[in-house]
Nanobody, 123 residues
């Protein structure tokens, strides 16, 4: 079974930057839409950003617009999330997901998930 592997999490001070990456262990079929989600301590997992692999269309949650950038590299078969101007409320476990039909898909529409990587932002 294909798995997604996230890398790049860690600890950062407010205003700093981190870049997350997500690479599948094999080929993910019907995986046009890829996305990042996050789960803060004691809260439900929430959508962060999504991208259409072929056309590069983007979708962000309002709280990260202008600070985070989702991108993909077909050559590297890797999904990225560049996170700038980090805030304490960005703290959480970040998950990548693939295989949904639309940019605004709900979590249950994604076919494949990663295990998550921890991001901690301190003031």
């Amino acid at each position: 079974q294909v798995q997604l592997v996230e890398r790049g999490g860690g600890k950062m001070q407010v205003g700093g930057s981190l870049r997350l990456s997500c690479t599948p262990s094999g080929r993910v079929f019907n995986a046009e839409i890829w996305a990042w989600f996050r789960q803060a301590p004691g809260k439900e997992r929430e959508f962060v950003a999504s991208i259409s692999w072929t056309y590069g269309h983007l979708w962000y949650t309002n709280s990260v617009k202008g600070r985070f950038t989702i991108s993909r590299s077909s050559a590297e078969n890797t999904l990225y999330l560049q996170m700038d101007s980090l805030r304490p409320e960005d703290t959480g476990v970040y998950f990548c997901a693939a295989g949904a039909p639309t940019l605004a898909a709900t979590q249950d529409q994604f076919l494949v998930w990663g295990q998550g990587t921890q991001v901690t932002v301190s003031s």
